[in-house]
């Protein structure tokens, strides 16, 4: 009885000392993910690797609770996390295990890391953001001194250099396009305004310069296209005078329909442009509306009796009466 209490003592102990092996042959790491609201982030995938180790690689993904959890081996003392995530910016750190632990007896190792939305700037892009921008500006005002005085080349070299400083310095990269253009290096001014349309498709002042510095390259198929993406603006973001200037153009081009959509736009959204509205008539009597005709001039003569184009209106208007 006595030998059988021993060995049953033997063999707890064996068993104890196995488990006691075993808790400190591996540790229990947990990681959570959150937004900059600290709301837990779902799908992210968690890549792990080891500068000690480089055949150690781990994927994870984190839970709806934006968390994760893995064992690793205890020889592991430092760990290199890479999160991603679409539509947020891609995290990278190393982190000392030893750092994560929070409990000396269990060996559990926790650790929250928070993803910025590829939107959003963390405190530590911001302080390098504002350092670079005020790098930047100096170089960028002196681009516009130079602009000024019609120095044009030594105004691309300012603008560039301030893009070189901060990359996303939108205003540099517009004013670096438009010192190219009045320095007639047209492809350089393509190549620096399409940069500015990829960012802001809207930008009309833009489109036009791709559109003109087509042109003066002989490219006109190009120059076209790019008319075309003017025409395509809203309202909104067009003067009467830029849907003016592009109706003269397309009438030029013998295009009276297109011409008249773009001259009613103007008119529409100044009532009391002359121009517009002498124009719109001049194009609705090459159309054969003759109604729209006496109607448009009729209001070009009333806002401007005695301007350049009253004695064709007048014309015109006899004519249409005559019918």
């Given at each position: 009885m006595f030998k059988k209490t021993i060995f049953v003592i033997f063999a707890l102990l064996f068993v104890l000392i196995m488990l006691g092996q075993t808790q400190v042959t591996a540790r229990r790491v947990k990681v959570k993910v959150v937004d900059t609201a600290n709301k837990p982030l779902e799908n992210v995938t968690i890549t792990l690797t080891s500068p000690g180790r480089s055949d150690l690689r781990k994927e994870f993904h984190t839970n709806k609770k934006g968390e994760s959890g893995f064992m690793l081996p205890m020889e592991i003392k430092t760990a290199h996390f890479l999160l991603e995530k679409e539509g947020y910016q891609t995290f990278q750190q190393t982190v000392e295990l030893r750092t994560m632990r929070k409990s000396q007896a269990a060996f559990k190792y926790e650790g929250t890391?928070?993803?910025?939305?590829?939107?959003?700037?963390?405190?530590?892009?911001?302080?390098?953001?504002?350092?670079?921008?005020?790098?930047?500006?100096?170089?960028?005002?002196?681009?516009?001194?130079?602009?000024?005085?019609?120095?044009?080349?030594?105004?691309?070299?300012?603008?560039?250099?301030?893009?070189?400083?901060?990359?996303?310095?939108?205003?540099a990269l517009e004013n670096l396009a438009v010192s190219y253009f009045r320095a007639e290096q047209f492809e350089k001014a393509i190549e620096a305004a399409k940069k500015c349309v990829d960012i802001k498709p809207d930008s009309y002042q833009m489109l036009k310069m791709i559109s003109v510095s087509y042109s003066a390259l002989g490219d006109e198929e190009s120059a076209s296209e790019y008319l075309e993406k003017m025409k395509e603006l809203p309202d909104a973001q067009l003067s009467p005078e830029e849907l003016f200037n592009m109706a003269v153009t397309a009438a030029n081009q013998g295009n009276d329909q297109e011409a008249k959509t773009l001259f009613e736009r103007s008119v529409e959204l100044k009532p009391d442009f002359p121009q517009g509205h002498f124009q719109l008539g001049m194009c609705y009597f090459r159309l054969q509306d003759f109604e729209g005709a006496e109607k448009e001039l009729n209001t070009y003569l009333e806002l401007d009796p005695e301007g350049e184009h009253a004695q064709v209106a007048k014309a015109v208007l006899e004519h249409i009466n005559k019918k």
């Open positions: 890391f928070t993803l910025y939305r590829t939107d959003e700037r963390s405190p530590e892009q911001e302080a390098t953001n504002r350092e670079a921008y005020n790098d930047a500006l100096p170089l960028f005002n002196a681009g516009i001194k130079l602009f000024q005085a019609e120095k044009f080349a030594e105004a691309v070299e300012q603008f560039e250099k301030a893009l070189t400083v901060k990359p996303d310095f939108f205003e």
